[in-house]
């Protein structure tokens, strides 16, 4: 397995790690690490995504809570009600406003909205015509549970907004938390004062609820009709004026040295609140610009958590072993005394690659510091040095796969620098790298098998039943209930799920099978290239597959990393062969945009140049939003090419010319937009 398919089997472990944290984060209320510990999982998943740019599109930012349980009646939220991405350091910070200028094409300081983030449980109420008649919970952000008459028994919470002319419809979010000192008299019945929170409001009998001594902050909005704010502060100041309580320590901000000083005075205080708070929350204080920035697949672009700082705790390492991921990358993990961190007793730490080890000098033996950073192990920070023995040896990397393959450090085609993960590259060929492609297939994100998790499929791969993805839809059965835990409820269930995984949307089964680099948002964007199956499969054959790639360079999210992993993924004889044997299981539907009615509805439109008053990204954004759809090359499909008064290229301009695309300038571009 090759150092980058090792990275997106690391990313995506990482990735179902969190879902698994967050249904106990968030439907059961018992969360399984500490917030410092999740938050570093999350932190870590970031990283990797920041540091390997084919990870990006397969951001972590796509996952919003849990899906609700079957527990209370569903309701679907007005807006989604999405979470925030995170910063950990000042240079996040400096990040998060270089992207927020970048987008919006401006250099001008930008003013923020800062409040105390809240540790508690995130709701919904929703009035209408000044009445609350609805209280939901996050839920999956999409889809919550209905609460209301649990968030009823907050007195606090108004039943009725203090205003002669309230909103046609208003959704208040708001965090719903326990006071430290109403906890202390509870805590004998709850892990902590979120699990309290939590589990209140999980009560079937209001009663129940309204036994516990319930609070809350009321802090943004989701759908107003009509929209009267421009400020994120003057909406905040008019929602207390209306009978909610906001954060008396919510202030507005400039600048990220104004930004640090803020984190740090209010990180030094929180032990005194009456409230835990896990961060600090920076929103761009603008409405309209909140609006220019619109959202990513779970979180705005126009607003963070700063989040405090981690917990430590300190160890001896027993032994370092590998582990080989889906894309080859081989991962050290150290076995170490258990020790609480966070509340939570681990194990096991991982060192990254071998360039970490070689820089920590870690060895067999060492006394060292670690923090929860990323997995539900966590990683080694430091060695004591002052406490090594003197038989002592340097721990020799090995240069094989757990397969017997040599192992190899590819150069990146971004950094033209050789990358610190050693790979396997033998892909299907090695059986860890296999066995780990066929957990990611079955995954929720891919086909989706319910009952075929990971440990049924070590199961299965053991005893031979499934050792390549067109196995699955051949299993038999007829083994498989003589094994131990097999009854044949469960084994209809496996078959139904099995039947039902057959149908899937082209972007799902681009992503998969599991071509490095070509992460959820990766596929959607070459599905929309592809559209259908039978236009995918053209990629099998080498001659057509250079033109197809070579039209792939101007797709917004597939750069050059992507196209040659397409491009090696399918020159593997073994990797092609395998893909074709699955279609022949599947029935891959074509791919369709979800239409959004507007101004540019069913209209297709591509970019050239630079523009003066918007970046590239915010003007895909609005034909996107509007209705429309942004290709990547010229062909006759299209229907317009904008060009911007920067730099534009000839070369397309001649190609829609030749096409008959209609052209649209910038200074007409512009006047669309404003009609």
């Avoid at 209370?72 to 995170?86: E, V």
């Avoid at 097999?486 to 995984?501: R, V």
Wanted: charged share 30%; net charge positive.
């Amino acid at each position: 397995m090759d150092e980058k398919k090792k990275i997106i089997e690391q990313h995506k472990i990482k990735i179902n790690n969190l879902k698994e944290f967050n249904n106990y984060y968030y439907n059961n209320d018992n969360p399984k690490i500490s917030d410092q510990e999740y938050d570093a999982l999350k932190t870590e998943i970031l990283n990797l995504e920041k540091k390997f740019s084919f990870l990006k599109k397969n951001t972590v930012n796509k996952i919003v809570g849990a899906p609700p349980l079957n527990k209370f009646k569903k309701i679907k939220h007005i807006s989604p009600m999405l979470s925030l991405s995170n910063a950990f350091k000042k240079d996040d910070i400096n990040d998060f406003i270089k992207k927020i200028k970048n987008f919006l094409n401006i250099n001008q300081s930008i003013q923020f909205f800062a409040e105390p983030k809240i540790d508690g449980i995130s709701a919904t109420l929703i009035y209408k015509k000044g009445l609350l008649t609805s209280g939901v919970s996050r839920g999956d952000g999409m889809i919550g549970e209905d609460i209301l008459q649990n968030l009823k028994t907050i007195k606090s919470i108004p039943k009725k907004i203090q205003s002669k002319e309230p909103p046609d419809l208003i959704e208040i979010r708001c965090e719903i938390y326990i006071s430290k000192k109403d906890f202390e008299k509870i805590k004998v019945k709850f892990a902590n004062p979120r699990n309290a929170a939590g589990g209140s409001l999980r009560q079937k009998n209001p009663l129940e609820t309204s036994k516990i001594p319930l609070k809350y902050f009321a802090y943004g909005f989701g759908s107003i009709k009509p929209m009267t704010f421009s400020k994120q502060s003057e909406f905040l100041q008019k929602i207390k004026s209306w009978g909610f309580i906001t954060n008396p320590l919510s202030r507005i901000i400039e600048g990220v040295d104004e930004i640090e000083k803020e984190h740090k005075q209010l990180e030094e205080v929180r032990s005194s609140l009456e409230y835990d708070i896990d961060g600090y929350v920076f929103k761009v204080n603008d409405l309209i610009l909140q609006k220019r920035l619109g959202n990513t697949s779970n979180a705005p672009r126009w607003a963070i958590a700063y989040k405090f700082s981690s917990e430590k705790a300190f160890t001896v390492i027993k032994d370092i072993i590998i582990q080989v991921g889906r894309t080859g990358a081989i991962t050290p993990v150290a076995k170490v005394q258990p020790v609480t961190v966070g509340g939570v007793v681990v194990s096991n730490a991982t060192l990254h690659n071998e360039d970490e080890i070689v820089r920590k000098d870690i060895r067999i033996g060492d006394s060292v510091k670690i923090q929860r950073a990323g997995d539900v192990i966590p990683q080694v920070i430091s060695v004591d040095l002052s406490k090594r023995g003197k038989d002592s040896k340097k721990f020799i990397f090995p240069k094989k796969c757990l397969c017997g393959s040599v192992t190899t450090k590819e150069t990146s085609k971004t950094t033209n620098k050789i990358e610190a993960v050693r790979r396997c590259l033998k892909g299907y060929d090695c059986k860890f790298i296999a066995r780990e492609k066929l957990k990611h297939l079955v995954s929720k994100e891919a086909l989706n098998i319910d009952g075929l998790g990971k440990k049924v499929i070590d199961q299965f791969w053991d005893l031979k039943l499934i050792k390549e993805p067109s196995d699955i839809f051949e299993l038999n059965f007829e083994k498989v209930k003589n094994l131990e835990g097999w009854g044949e409820l469960s084994i209809n269930n496996l078959k139904k799920a099995i039947t039902k995984s057959q149908l899937i949307s082209l972007d799902r089964f681009i992503f998969s099978i599991g071509i490095r680099h070509i992460g959820q948002e990766n596929a959607k964007i070459l599905a929309g290239f592809f559209g259908s199956i039978k236009e995918f499969i053209k990629i099998f054959d080498l001659k057509i597959r250079k033109k197809i790639l070579s039209n792939l360079v101007d797709l917004d999210g597939i750069g050059e990393t992507q196209i040659l992993s397409i491009d090696n993924f399918f020159l593997n004889s073994t990797n092609t062969r395998i893909t074709k044997e699955l279609i022949k299981k599947l029935n891959v539907q074509d791919y369709l945009l979800l239409s959004k009615d507007g101004k540019f509805s069913n209209k297709k439109f591509m970019f050239t140049g630079g523009f003066n008053n918007m970046s590239r990204s915010e003007a895909k954004s609005i034909v996107e939003n509007n209705g429309g759809k942004v290709l990547g090359a010229i062909s006759k499909k299209l229907n317009f090419l904008v060009v911007g008064d920067t730099k534009p290229t000839k070369k397309k301009i001649d190609q829609a010319k030749k096409l008959k695309v209609k052209i649209i300038f910038e200074k007409d571009w512009n006047k669309i937009l404003n009609s």
